[in-house]
């Protein structure tokens, strides 16, 4: 298999797909693997390194996906990207299609198999490709929001852990998943007080179990949202739907429950948001204000630990693109794992969520590739 790793283009994205270590497998098992120049440098990643394991570095923008059997990103393809697909080239990235129509129509257009990390599962159902990039997110955004409480920032002028005498910022997280325990691992070691809403019960009791009294847990519903709300520093959105537009959680009467200079941040941005005022953001560019609260909306904040994020990342993908390499898209008829992730292939629709989202026709993945 011909696999062609780009550089990012989209605004301030700074991670990249493959590191020198799955170039190396990828190799090894007899694929050609081409690199372009400068793709790694923001993850402290060199062209040297990637051609000491066996990589071809070019600058070729053009040859490079003409040349390309199977395309491995990072984040989805930009207008220009989609334009260069072609029918019978696989791609492999984050494409988060449910709240975003122009590349959905794209993709289909292009008669490309789009393969989507964020809905990839393993033996147990999980998604091991969001996993990590979740992780990081989640840690962020407690970061993220310390400075956002930061008079400076035009916060409230809060101290995450406060002083002796001095209360805690409160931080509620909406989502007891990946996201939200890794959000409250971080607020929590700042010294924050913390609350989590979740209408999952066995995560809450995970949570319960893992952080004790540190940790205060609730229900959610739409009473636990504007009670904990009112009294709310700090908000992270953490919720997820696979492969779906993320659930509105907070509406706009609801988020004027919020103290005056609170802030938020919507890490399922990528999704849609699960706030009601929440619109995609740029690390340039991350915040704006509705009704007196800060809101951080940026749609790839992992891309700000680049050198973090590249190996988080590349450590889970690695194994499933290979398996990708080696069996093309005629291998997914037999790995349901992958097969999951297809969300467009050669003009349909192959994931079900994708399709409700835009009012658009669904066809199985597993009935897709017969077709072929």
């Excluded at 491995?72 to 697909?85: D, S, W």
């Excluded at 002083?163 to 909406?174: C, E, F, H, Q």
Aim: charged share 20%; proline share 5%; hydrophobic share 45%.
């Amino acid at each position: 298999m011909r696999v062609a790793v780009p550089t990012e283009t989209k605004p301030e994205e700074y991670r990249v797909a493959v590191t020198p270590a799955g170039v190396r497998e990828l190799v090894a098992d007899g694929h050609e693997v081409v690199v372009q120049a400068g793709a790694g440098l923001a993850s402290d990643i060199t062209d040297e390194d990637f051609r000491r394991v066996g990589a071809r570095i070019t600058d070729d923008v053009d040859a490079l996906w003409h040349w390309a059997g199977l395309i491995c990103k990072v984040k989805e393809p930009q207008p220009p990207e989609i334009a260069r697909l072609r029918e019978g080239q696989v791609l492999f990235a984050y494409l988060h299609l449910a709240p975003d129509e122009a590349q959905t129509r794209g993709l289909l257009a292009s008669g490309a198999s789009c393969v989507a990390y964020e809905t990839v599962t393993d033996d147990q159902g999980r998604l091991p490709l969001l996993a990590p990039m979740s992780a990081v997110a989640g840690r962020l955004s407690a970061q993220i929001g310390a400075r956002l409480l930061e008079g400076i920032h035009g916060g409230r002028g809060l101290l995450m852990g406060g002083v002796p005498g001095v209360p805690a910022a409160r931080v509620l997280v909406i989502g007891a998943g990946v996201v939200g325990s890794n959000a409250i691992r971080v607020a929590l070691g700042m010294g924050a007080d913390v609350t989590v809403l979740d209408v999952d019960l066995d995560r809450l009791a995970h949570l319960d179990a893992r952080f004790g009294a540190a940790l205060t847990t609730r229900h959610s519903s739409r009473l636990a949202v504007e009670e904990s709300l009112a009294r709310a520093d700090l908000v992270i959105g953490a919720a997820l739907v696979p492969g779906a537009l993320t659930p509105q959680l907070v509406s706009r009467d609801q988020l004027r429950l919020m103290p005056r200079g609170a802030a938020l941040v919507d890490v399922a941005i990528d999704q849609g948001g699960c706030f009601a005022t929440s619109h995609p953001t740029t690390h340039h560019d991350p915040t704006y204000w509705v009704d007196d609260v800060l809101h951080y909306c940026v749609a790839n904040m992992p891309s700000a630990v680049a050198a973090t994020a590249t190996r988080a990342l590349a450590n889970a993908t690695q194994p499933y693109l290979v398996r990708l390499a080696n069996g093309g898209i005629d291998g997914l008829t037999t790995d349901h794992q992958l097969r999951a992730g297809l969300n467009v292939h050669r003009g349909m629709v192959t994931n079900a969520a994708v399709a409700a989202a835009h009012g658009m026709e669904h066809v199985r993945a597993d009935e897709a590739l017969l077709e072929d």
